[in-house]
């Protein structure tokens, strides 16, 4: 039997997306939860050791790897492909201008001296983050899903860190035409059972 990726993950976080594309790709995997964050020198999840045993970390260098190592799974546009020019610079910018920002908003006393400039930071990364998802919204004319009619690793990407706080809601509002992406992406039956009990879609869940 094939080796398996074992994905260093936690439920809710970003090893969600990772997973959700092993799914969908076929290839087997198991999930180590976050207690192992030490393999990462970053101490963050996701993180990916492959069957050869190398370690991955970042989860958009993952994504993309994983998508252009299964081309058959068709979860990226190809190099050749006009899409691939856009697929790579909105997978670089949710990792770099969104994603980046939750190492603050998740303990806001990394950067802050007390509650008063916490809370100063979290309103401010919340801004930040809506006004990103706005500029993407701005940019991009979706199909079925974010860069045309096939599902990509982008489209797992953003529906998973746009369930962060200040969760969907905010996202709807600033993002209209990408939330009825994400919507059509939570509700694919080929990822109900992860997403169920991955992103637990409890009452409340969009914020
Ligand atoms: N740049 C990293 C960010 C990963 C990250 O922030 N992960 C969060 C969970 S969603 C985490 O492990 N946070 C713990 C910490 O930063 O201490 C990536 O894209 O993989």
Redesign the pocket.
């Known amino acids: 039997m094939a080796t398996p990726f074992v994905v260093i993950g936690?439920k809710g976080?970003?090893s969600v997306a990772v997973e959700a594309a092993l799914a969908l790709i076929g290839a087997p995997y198991r999930v180590q939860e976050?207690a192992k964050?030490a393999i990462n020198p970053?101490?963050?999840?996701?993180a990916l050791i492959l069957p050869t045993g190398e370690l991955m970390?970042?989860?958009?260098a993952i994504l993309i790897w994983l998508a252009d190592e299964f081309p058959d799974a068709g979860l990226a546009p190809r190099i050749s492909e006009p899409a691939r020019a856009a697929y790579l610079r909105w997978m670089a910018f949710v990792?770099a201008a969104i994603?980046?920002l939750?190492?603050i908003r998740?303990?806001p006393s990394r950067l802050a001296a007390d509650k008063a400039q916490e809370g100063v930071l979290l309103d401010r990364t919340a801004e930040r983050i809506a006004a990103c998802w706005a500029v993407m919204e701005n940019q991009l004319s979706p199909g079925r899903y974010l860069l045309g009619d096939s599902l990509t690793v982008l489209d797992l990407y953003v529906t998973v860190t746009s369930r962060w706080k200040p969760r969907r809601r905010a996202f709807y509002k600033v993002a209209p035409c990408m939330g009825e992406v994400v919507r059509r992406v939570d509700a694919d039956p080929r990822l109900a059972a992860l997403w169920a009990e991955r992103l637990a879609f409890s009452k409340g869940w969009e914020g």
């Open positions: 936690g976080t970003g976050g964050r970053m101490r963050q999840v996701p970390t970042e989860s958009a990792s994603y980046s939750y190492w998740d303990k």
